[in-house]
């Protein structure tokens, strides 16, 4: 039987830290949980928030409806030849399930080492990192449909992956609750280490052919040195997207920052370091209140102790305005707003 707990504290489900409150909780250990829950017709039309690892969201008020905190577990996986097919509950932390591939030696999630979050939340944002995308490993997700207590398998082109985009954020919003992910990986690594410090690192260390632990430990180390740990501070990593512009307006930008940090994004776009624009408008390590950003990298709102969701999405607005204002570039929030 399902418990549905009352005005429970939502402080150690997210981690900003930020101290709110949801007016009814309920936790789903399995996918038929799903099923008795939406079976009460009053969870239907109640406003619902998901929660996994709690560390891409920002909750600016109470939550007057009801979380459902997924906590469906268990990692199997399958080998057929070169090819590795993985299959995750949503509830699994992310990075546990990235270090049972990497000591597995199952390649391709070793550059998504340490990213904060829970396997299920993983195909909505399509999360990446140092050059490697969730899309580039996804196989299929389960979905529960809570209109109808019908589950669908989703293809990866049923989720029309983008840039920290997926269909579950944009026309499926809301619909659907994952409850379970597949990955196919490869017993042959085919490196990614020529984005960002990955190959810097690698050679500082004295690896000329690395294994993918190798990469695994390295970006984990260069996130440690970039991203403040949220047990220690609350943040919810990266706050912002990294603009894609076109090109015009890159070279302008270029004309008078010739070190301007820049990949390129096809189709005459460029793609700027959020953390690079926000540096240069004097916002890294500064401290607003009970906010600030952190001193490592400026891409990084944090929670100095106390900070309310209000206060940090105030600081994200003037970050966005002072970016706009300096570059003509318009910064968009990755991070889930809880209004």
């Known amino acids: ?198 190959g810097q690192e690698l050679a500082n260390r004295g690896i000329g052919e690395p294994t993918i632990k190798d990469v695994s430990q390295v970006v984990s180390a260069i996130r440690v040195s970039k991203l403040p740990d949220p047990s220690t501070i609350g943040n919810s990593g990266s706050f912002f997207k990294n603009p894609v512009i076109d090109t015009n307006l890159f070279q302008t930008i270029k004309a008078q920052y010739p070190e301007v940090a820049n990949y390129p994004a096809g189709d005459n776009k460029v793609k700027l370091a959020a953390g690079w624009l926000i540096e240069q408008c004097g916002w890294k390590g500064k401290v607003v209140g009970n906010t600030g950003t952190w001193e490592n990298q400026a891409l990084v709102l944090v929670n100095h102790g106390g900070a309310t969701g209000q206060e940090i999405y105030n600081l994200s607005s003037q970050i966005i305005d002072s970016v706009y204002t300096k570059f003509g570039v318009m910064l968009d929030r990755e991070v889930n707003i809880i209004p």
């Open 1 to 198: 039987m399902l418990q549905i707990e009352e005005n429970v504290s939502l402080k150690n489900f997210n981690t900003f830290g930020i101290e709110a409150s949801a007016r009814y909780f309920v936790e789903i250990n399995h996918e038929q949980d799903l099923t008795e829950l939406f079976a009460d017709s009053q969870w239907l039309t109640t406003e619902r928030l998901v929660l996994g690892g709690g560390s891409n969201m920002l909750l600016v008020n109470n939550f007057d409806g009801l979380v459902i905190r997924l906590n469906i577990r268990g990692i199997e996986h399958r080998i057929n030849h070169n090819e590795v097919i993985i299959e995750a509950g949503a509830g699994e932390v992310w990075n546990d399930l990235v270090n049972f591939c990497v000591n597995h030696n199952f390649a391709g999630m070793e550059n998504l080492s340490l990213i904060p979050g829970s396997v299920g939340a993983s195909p909505i944002q399509n999360i990446g990192a140092y050059g490697v995308e969730l899309k580039d490993v996804f196989e299929s997700c389960r979905a529960f449909e809570v209109a109808t207590g019908q589950v669908k398998v989703f293809s990866k082109e049923d989720c029309q992956f983008g840039y920290r985009e997926s269909v579950f954020k944009s026309a499926l919003k809301g619909q659907y609750i994952i409850t379970s992910v597949k990955f196919k990986l490869s017993l042959t690594p085919n490196l990614n280490i020529s984005y960002g410090a990955i």
